[in-house]
């Protein structure tokens, strides 16, 4: 199957190499959480949930008692995607996955700040098609900044592959299962500082560079459009308080 069509250039969703699907994101969407965001890249759907900063539930899990203790619950709705199997609750790639958001948040998150209190993050994939680590960070992202934690900066995410000899961005699961590289970057978009890197196969340094710059492109765009999220959110509140 050819990726990239060499005639046009262009790959099997109608995007040019360095295209990403388009993305759209609402805040706000759980009425009883802290904080929360619903966050599209392209068929992929997440939806995350913030509870806290408060008062810790289980003391044995707090390691240091001077910074705030951040957990993190990752899964996927049964109907996400075409495989209908039943998957266990806590199965090896759902801790993975959240052990990897949890770690990239913590790393924007001013946890000194709050001292003795736990910050709950829950996601969900609604639909899954390609990309849906990087959808998850960046859904967390938009419902901590919904819940007023305060940040060192917006963490955001994207990854890029390595198909028919081209680096390709945002890959969708067609893309995805082709069994080609790729590479999820999580980056700390005004501070320039990555916080997530995984890749899955080996790659000459020098298309790992051109893959990773492109992830790093698409983890910058994305910030962009989330800052405009926020922007137009707090516009919102500010005109309903009058």
Avoid: H, W
């Amino acid at each position: 199957m050819e990726y990239v069509n060499p005639l046009t250039g262009f790959r099997v969703d109608g995007r040019r190499p360095n295209e990403m699907r388009q993305l759209k994101a609402e805040v706000g969407v759980v009425a009883r959480a802290d904080g929360s965001a619903l966050f599209e890249m392209g068929n992929t759907r997440v939806i995350a949930a913030v509870y806290g900063p408060r008062e810790i539930q289980n003391k044995g899990q707090q390691v240091n008692n001077k910074e705030a203790l951040v957990r993190c619950e990752y899964r996927m709705a049964e109907f996400s995607t075409g495989d209908r199997r039943r998957k266990p609750k806590g199965d090896r790639r759902s801790t993975e996955i959240s052990l990897v958001i949890r770690q990239t948040m913590e790393a924007s998150i001013l946890t000194d700040l709050m001292p003795r209190s736990q910050i709950d993050i829950f996601v969900q994939v609604l639909q899954a098609d390609g990309g849906t680590r990087s959808a998850c960070i960046n859904a967390a992202t938009l419902a901590l900044a919904d819940a007023g934690i305060p940040m060192r900066d917006i963490v955001t995410s994207c990854s890029a592959g390595y198909l028919c000899s081209t680096p390709l961005l945002d890959l969708n699961y067609v893309e995805d299962s082709a069994g080609g590289p790729d590479v999820t970057v999580g980056i700390l978009a005004k501070m320039d500082k990555v916080t997530l890197l995984q890749m899955d196969a080996k790659l000459p340094m020098d298309t790992f560079e051109s893959v990773m710059g492109l992830a790093i492109e698409g983890c910058k765009a994305i910030a962009t459009y989330i800052r405009e999220v926020l922007l137009e959110n707090t516009k919102r509140l500010e005109y309903q308080r009058g």
